[in-house]
């Protein structure tokens, strides 16, 4: 249970734009208190719920559903989990920028080495400037890779086309944050993808 109440939900202003993740607790502490309602993907479909209806569905679901559904169960009730809900007040647009750190290249290259290709944990792998810094290349999104350490010591400080090797993918600044895309490969987020394909800005994580 613990680790249910903890898992994602995507967070919508007044005007249906993401603003934030948050855990099921805070979610569902918004809905209790009529903060929020839940925005649930039915059939292609986005429909919009109140606490109460979302009981009333919670419990058609559990019925016909339960497979699809993670649900929070109490002695008297029932609750399927939202995966989106949207606050009933307004709520000011979080900054733009993506925050340049270790944590969001690792995420935007997914844990691949940006020159063998392969995927290895984070604890293999290591940042490689494309530019060395010795010949003024700097820390920025464009000159940032993630490099395994056998691909990092072959480089070394040389220039890349003074190597036989190259980049699978060109670097470039995310338009969001990089954590949600990671997100957005478990099935459960699904819900999201409409809300975040055009979204240019950072969803904050908390």
Not at 4 to 14: A, R
Not at 30 to 51: M, S, T
């Amino acid at each position: 249970m613990g680790q249910l109440l903890n898992s994602h939900v995507l967070v919508l202003n007044k005007h249906y734009m993401p603003v934030r993740i948050v855990n099921v607790r805070r979610a569902v502490s918004l809905l209790v208190r009529n903060l929020a309602e839940v925005i649930d993907l039915d059939k292609g479909q986005y429909n919009n719920y109140d606490f109460d209806s979302w009981l009333e569905v919670s419990e058609l679901k559990r019925e016909f559903e339960p497979h699809d559904h993670d649900f929070i169960s109490t002695v008297k009730i029932s609750v399927a989990v939202p995966r989106i809900v949207r606050l009933l007040f307004y709520d000011r647009l979080p900054k733009k920028d993506v925050t340049l750190n270790r944590r969001n290249i690792f995420a935007r290259d997914g844990n691949k080495c940006q020159y063998c290709g392969k995927k290895f944990p984070p604890s293999e792998l290591s940042l490689d400037h494309v530019i060395p810094r010795s010949l003024g290349g700097g820390a920025s999104w464009e000159n940032l890779v993630c490099a395994c350490v056998k691909c990092n010591v072959k480089k070394g400080s040389r220039p890349l086309e003074k190597t036989n090797m190259r980049l699978i993918t060109k670097p470039v600044k995310p338009k969001r944050s990089p954590v949600v895309q990671v997100n957005m490969v478990d099935g459960r987020y699904k819900s999201w993808k409409q809300f975040l394909d055009h979204a240019y800005w950072s969803v904050e994580l908390k």
